[in-house]
């Protein structure tokens, strides 16, 4: 199936960063289960109560340096480094864990803690450790400040170059997301509409599931290490 010169594209999703000690999103002690989505990841929610929103943020950006990429981090980065083929990183991740696990092709369709935005002209700055709302951006000094990432309702990242690769994808394979957040969700019919390979590695079947051709289930740590070996 991988020839030398196969065009890798991966999605990833929070499940492969459990195994770093950061929580999924819909596990039972998940993140929404201590937040209402509404609340902490929509711009209305932003717009209502800005602290809240920011404090979410923090404590999630605070969590950072107390963990470390795993096993299934640094295979990808492996696969990279080795593979003569093009290999595509596409995490729905906030983390920073696919760079520091060595990945240098990585897209955060998402958006990322470690970065803030300015609400006002679109600069970027690195993100303080505690974001405050209304923070000035060094660029337009409008007090503007919020979070770098992607909100529900909001048009995710690069999508136009994300569907390009996608169009280019020989093999597409997702990592730990449960296929419920659009339009990550929908990238497999998009490669498949393109003849890549697809391959589902997870615990459990997906809510796209059954698009992929094959499944490896497990903790990803494990099933992606094999798989690059
Ligand atoms: C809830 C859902 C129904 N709603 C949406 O999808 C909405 C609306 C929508 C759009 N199109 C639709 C079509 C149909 C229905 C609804 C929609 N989408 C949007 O609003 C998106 C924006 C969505 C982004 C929202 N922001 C996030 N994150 C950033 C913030 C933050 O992080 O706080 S979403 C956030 O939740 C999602 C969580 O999903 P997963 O990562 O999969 O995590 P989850 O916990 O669910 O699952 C973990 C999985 O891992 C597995 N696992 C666990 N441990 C392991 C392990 N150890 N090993 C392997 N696997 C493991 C588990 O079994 C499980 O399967 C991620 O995307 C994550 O980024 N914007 C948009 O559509 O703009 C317009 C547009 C339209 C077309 C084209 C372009 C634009």
Known sequence: MIHSRSKIVILTGAGISAESGIETF??????????????V?????????PKLVVD??????AQLPDVEPNAAHRALARLEAEHDGEVIVITQNVDDLHERGGSQTVFHMHGALKT?????C???????IVMAPGDPCPSCH????????????????????????LSEADIFIAIGTSGNVYPAAGFVAEARRAGAHTIEFNLERSSVGNHFEE???GPASRTVTDWVE
């Open 26 to 39: 819909r596990a039972e002690d998940g993140l929404w289960a201590q937040h209402r989505v509404e609340d």
């Open 41 to 49: 990841a929509t711009p209305e929610g932003f717009a209502r109560d």
């Open 56 to 61: 979410f943020y923090n404590s999630r950006r």
């Open 116 to 120: 803030a935005l300015c609400a006002a």
């Open 122 to 128: 679109g600069h970027r700055w690195p993100a303080p």
């Open 142 to 165: 409008a007090p503007a400040a919020r979070p770098d990432v992607v909100w529900f309702g909001e048009m995710p990242y690069d999508m136009d170059l994300l569907f390009r690769h």
């Open 215 to 217: 499944h490896r289930t």
